[in-house]
């Protein structure tokens, strides 16, 4: 990407995230259901020592980063961050519904983290690393402020062609022209899809990479309304599109994913799949 393209998509994700922050907080509970197994990965993996202070970054709505600091237990402290200010108002809150103490929100950007050198034992980030601007200086930062012998784990999502949760309606709405086909180099879900490339981008920023794995995952929707829903308030750009549909092209779009939803139909709802790759580093 060009400087001006990297800042104006920096822009825009900022927006983006600002704007559907409530929307993640609608769907926190059923997103939470789905991923339960990636979050699960990631705090067993991190194998933090008790009392230790775990970074999250890109936390949204922050229960991954709750359930580590849960697990530590004692003394154990979070740090809990994303770029944007609403959501994590949304991690605030969910954190004071858990009761979770130990716990300081601080609002941060990935790639330039304000804080010390080797100053944490744990950093955790779920479904960030891919959206961001540039990865691999994120990864250098998390390098840096991760003491010698600390572990990252993240997660982001698998190929494009095995998520289909997300693809089906992407595919409807940049073949009706409601959103631009992505251009070269601009990040997007699976920017980080190749287990070869992720490990390359570990290991360049310093990490030595202790495994990398798949995660399968299920999302269930009742019906396209539902889905529609669901993209349309927590989908970045996808959400944006969907918002913005006049009436009857709306009507076209849940027509068409009637048609492209059918294979996925079993009992009444429907059921599709998605995979997450997951890494742990140090
Ligand atoms: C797909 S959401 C994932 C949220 C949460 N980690 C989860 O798994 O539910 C991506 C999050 O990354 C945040 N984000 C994107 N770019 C960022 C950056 N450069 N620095 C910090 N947060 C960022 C967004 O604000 C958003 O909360």
């Not at 530590?72 to 605030?92: C, E, H, K, N, Y």
């Not at 950007?109 to 304000?114: H, K």
Request: charged share 25%.
């Amino acid at each position: 990407m060009t400087n001006q393209v990297t800042d104006e998509y920096r822009r825009t994700s900022y927006e983006i995230s600002q704007t559907i922050a409530p929307g993640w907080e609608r769907w926190r509970s059923r997103f939470e259901t789905v991923v339960a197994p990636v979050r699960e990965w990631m705090v067993r993996e991190l194998a933090s020592p008790r009392g230790a202070t775990v970074l999250e970054l890109a936390a949204g709505a922050g229960d991954t980063g709750f359930e580590a600091v849960r697990a530590l237990g004692g003394d154990a402290r979070l740090i809990s961050t994303d770029f944007s200010p609403a959501m994590l108002d949304v991690g605030r809150r969910r954190g004071a519904e858990l009761g979770i103490k130990n716990v300081e929100f601080r609002v941060l950007d990935a790639e330039y983290l304000g804080l010390d050198t080797d100053s944490v034992d744990g950093v955790l980030c779920r479904f960030g690393y891919m959206l961001m601007a540039d990865p691999a200086e994120a990864l250098r930062e998390t390098r840096r402020v991760l003491r010698p012998g600390g572990r990252l784990t993240l997660a982001v999502w698998g190929a494009a062609e095995r998520n289909p949760f997300f693809t089906v309606i992407a595919s409807t709405l940049v073949k009706g022209g409601q959103l631009p086909a992505l251009r070269e180099g601009v990040p997007t879900p699976f920017s980080m899809a190749s287990p070869v490339q992720t490990k390359a981008l570990l290991e360049a920023a310093g990490f030595r990479v202790v495994k990398v794995e798949e995660v399968p995952l299920e999302f269930q929707f009742r019906d396209v309304d539902d889905y529609l829903r669901f993209m349309a308030d927590t989908a970045g750009p996808l959400a944006v599109a969907l918002r913005k549909l006049p009436q009857p092209e709306g009507k076209a779009v849940a027509a068409g994913l009637e048609n492209a939803l059918g294979i996925f139909e079993t009992g009444g709802e429907y059921k599709i799949p998605g995979i997450a790759l997951v890494a742990a580093a140090s």
